[in-house]
């Protein structure tokens, strides 16, 4: 019984660390919608069999304090999931570097007012060294 | 019973009128071989066949020959469709419109660039045209067809309505250019593609590219779909951007 409350918790908690890379994922997967915004996005694939092995996103907007709200909150939310977290706030401005190891993600937000800068990259596995 | 001889009356007299449409057509040839570019200015049907011939097929209202001027500009190897000047009549009771067209019929291995300012059904028989394809628009144009193919590049440029049904744009580089309105669908294989909007658009492209570029000043609805490896957008307008579907997991 013991040992099934402990496998419970643990998918409950994987559960949970994915959700979170998905609430911050959803806002950068969300089609762009007026405002002054620039997205870009790359990947780097395997050379052989075109697996997507990076994906780095960045999103930067100006003018829309609902949105830099709804990624600040975003943030907040999976604070507790993140396997590292690291935050700088003054009056006007919050930075937060978000770490999660399984899967890979670092994720990063600068909101300022209604300036927002959020950079997401994503590694699906390491590299292969081919030497 | 009635009803079904009135139905059949109906029918015969429509057909009847689209058959005196065509009576009241005469035709003409040109020769010309590596055919560059097309200028209409009036409303005029193309198709764009396979036929590796040098000879043009044009047909046109009888009622219009004297106010039409049809011909080969060597200097430009184009084929100008246009009005007389000479015998300009008012807007109104000019013989040619959208329901009376010039009709034409082109071989399309050497066309480079098709340019409309008036009304314009483009419809796309044989695909391949020369190394680059342009086709640009002030007026209204909708093209028809399987698919456009230019091994280097494929440009669409709209300042009026353009209404884009290909199935496949098969190219290098695909641009599309709109301050109007520009509906574009289908896939391309292009490695690099390019839209630059500040009309409204209405986008939906599958596609399979390195590079995407979006600069965005306009409204409508914009989706990619497929894979992409590099993705820049810049939106200052009021479009629906959405490429969540691009690399999809």
Not at chain 1, 35 to 42: E, I, S
Not at chain 2, 66 to 71: G, L, V
Request: with cysteine; net charge neutral; charged share 25%.
């Amino acid at each position: 019984m013991k040992r099934l409350l402990i496998i419970v918790a643990m998918v409950a908690i994987a559960a949970i660390e994915c959700q979170a890379q998905e609430r911050i994922d959803e806002l950068l997967n969300r089609e762009l919608n007026g405002g002054t915004t620039v997205y870009r996005m790359a990947v780097k694939r395997d050379a052989e069999s075109g697996e997507i092995i990076k994906r780095v996103r960045e999103l930067r907007s100006t003018g829309n304090r609902a949105l830099s709200k709804e990624f600040l909150e975003a943030f907040d939310a999976e604070r507790e999931s993140a396997d590292g977290w690291e935050e700088n706030r003054n009056s006007n401005a919050r930075q937060i570097t978000a770490v999660w190891t399984n899967p890979k993600r670092i994720y990063t937000i600068i909101a300022t007012g209604s300036t927002l800068a959020v950079y997401a990259q994503t590694i699906y596995r390491e590299e292969r060294d081919d030497k | 019973m009635k009803r079904i001889s009135l139905s059949i009356a109906l029918i015969m007299a429509s057909l009847f009128s689209l058959s005196a449409q065509d009576a009241d057509y005469k035709s003409m040839t040109l020769t010309f071989a590596e055919l560059k570019e097309v200028h209409a200015t009036i409303p005029t049907h193309i198709t764009i066949t396979a036929s590796g011939s040098d000879t043009i097929d044009v047909s046109y209202p009888a009622d219009a020959e004297e106010y039409i001027d049809i011909f080969v500009d060597k200097k430009d190897s184009a084929l100008i469709i246009k009005r007389e000047k000479s015998t300009v009549k008012s807007r109104r009771d000019f013989p040619v419109s959208e329901k009376r067209p010039i009709r034409v019929s082109i071989p399309s291995s050497s066309i480079r660039r098709i340019l409309n300012t008036s009304d314009m059904v483009l419809h796309l028989e044989n695909s391949t045209f020369d190394n680059w394809a342009m086709i640009a628009n002030t007026g209204t144009l909708g093209i028809t067809g399987e698919a456009i193919v230019a091994k280097t590049k494929i440009e669409y440029y709209n300042t009026g309505t353009m209404t884009n049904n290909l199935k496949r744009h098969d190219t290098s580089m695909l641009m599309l250019s709109n301050t109007g309105f520009l509906l574009t669908k289908g896939e391309t294989s292009a490695a690099h593609i390019e839209q630059n909007s500040t009309g409204i658009e209405n986008t939906d492209l599958r596609v399979s590219c390195k590079k995407l570029e979006i600069h965005s000043t306009g409204s409508g609805k914009i989706r990619y779909r497929g894979s992409a490896d590099s993705v820049n957008i810049a939106s200052t307008g009021s479009a629906h951007i959405s490429t969540s579907e691009l690399n999809a997991e």
